[in-house]
Each structure stands twice: as C-alpha cells, then as structure tokens.
C-alpha cells in the first residue's frame, strides 16, 4: 500500500515493505517514463529483502499527479530530498539507508547523495549519455558520489555503459536500458549488498 508524503511539488507516494530486525534500508526511484513496478526495481526490491534491508519504492510527484513528462531536475531532486528526510524521521528512523533508483531516479540518487546523508549509491541503467550523444556525458554526477556505488548496467544500453571508479563497481547484464530481467538484477544486487559495510 502506498503512502502519501507532501513536497515542494506536490505529493509523492512511498510503498514501503519493511524487514524483520532490518539493517538498513534501500530507497529507490523510478526512470522518467515508468514507475516502481519496472522488472529492474523489483529485483533490487526483492535483493534488499532477501540482505536483511526495509524497502521504499518512491513515486515522484508528476507521476502522482498523472503526468508523463518528468519535473525538471532540480524539482526532482528537491521532492526526492524532501521525501528522504520523512523517511529518515519515520519509518527508517535510525537505519543506514542506500538511495538509488532506475535511468533517471539513477542520476537524482547521485545528485543528492550527500544532501541525503546515503551510505551507499544503487543505479539500474545510469544514463550515461543520451543515445548516439557521447559528448553529452553526464558521467560527472557519478564521479561526484563519494560512497561506495554500484551501477547495473545493460551491456547493450544506447544510453551508454559507465566506466568502474574508486568507489564505483560497474556489473554488465544481458539486456538494454529496459533491464528486463528482475533476476539478473536481483542476483547482481544481492552480492553487493550482502558484502556493504553499513554504518
């Protein structure tokens, strides 16, 4: 069951599936034109479950709202932020949480790392660039994650693959930016989550 939390821009929905005695928490955004029902989502849903971890699935305003379009980045990362800290206050007072989310919640996740006090960054399909668009990289809002990240990509992803970094590991699975194989998400997410130090 969804959870309305007032913004800047209008309420956003949070479906949270708690963990017995849980260790952290992950909290995870959707991409630009879907919602927190895609495969990819789901796998890392059912990753941080199965490692011990409570789960937030967050649905920006515009999504709420009805729209298709995204807000503009800065409206995005200013709800995510604000949605963050109720998380922090409430239902995932006292836990370490990992921020990310999918494609375009990817990129807000990175943006507002230290904004949101994440002890780890989870990207399914950063987009690297805009496809056919190398020169458009957006590969600066990886490098300016300073915790340990963890990008999923699809080795055949238009948007482009990201390179590893000192605190990036970078896993390529079969598929393109859709990553429609929930298991092959899961099993990637799994491994590094039962590995993260969470403090």
């Known amino acids: 069951m969804a959870t309305a939390f007032d913004t800047p821009h209008g309420p956003a929905q949070v479906h949270l599936g708690p963990a017995d005695s849980p260790r952290g928490a992950l909290v995870l955004g959707h991409g630009a034109g879907g919602g927190v029902e895609s495969p990819d989502l789901v796998g ?95 590969l600066l809002e990886l490098d300016a994650v300073r915790v340990p990240t963890l990008v999923v990509q699809g080795e055949r992803d238009p948007f482009g693959i990201p390179p590893p970094g000192p605190n990036r590991t970078v896993v390529r699975i079969a598929g393109t930016h859709s990553l429609r194989s929930s298991a092959s998400v899961e099993a990637a997410v799994s491994k590094w989550l039962a590995e993260l130090p969470l403090v």
């Open 44 to 138: 890392a849903a059912i990753a941080a479950r199965t490692t011990g971890l409570s789960v937030a699935l967050v649905e920006q305003p515009y999504r709420v709202a009805g729209r298709r379009s995204p807000a503009p980045a800065h409206q995005l990362d200013s709800a995510w932020v604000s949605v963050v800290s109720q998380l922090r206050e409430g239902a995932l007072a006292g836990l370490p949480i990992v921020v990310g989310g999918r494609s375009a919640g990817a990129r807000v996740a990175c943006r507002t790392a230290d904004e949101t006090g994440a002890v780890a960054v989870l990207c399914l399909a950063f987009p690297l660039h805009p496809p056919g668009r190398p020169d458009k990289s957006r």
